[in-house]
């Protein structure tokens, strides 16, 4: 982990920030259930909820066909 300035923490952070805001955005939009769970799930663990994200909405969209 070693050490992480603070512009390190402050863009890390806001990247974060960013896509959860994207992903209740968007769940929202498509109507994909509890879209600030998703939201939070993404923000605090985005290298494991942003893909399981995406591939809820592929299930849900292939179930809505």
Do not use: C, D
Request: glycine share 10%; hydrophobic share 55%.
């Amino acid at each position: 982990m070693g050490n992480l300035s603070t512009g390190q923490f402050l863009f890390a952070f806001l990247a974060a920030a960013g896509v959860g805001t994207g992903v209740f955005f968007h769940a929202e939009r498509n109507k994909i259930q509890h879209p600030s769970a998703w939201a939070s799930f993404v923000f605090l663990l985005l290298i494991i909820g942003l893909p399981a994200y995406a591939l809820h909405v592929r299930r849900v969209r292939i179930r809505r066909r």
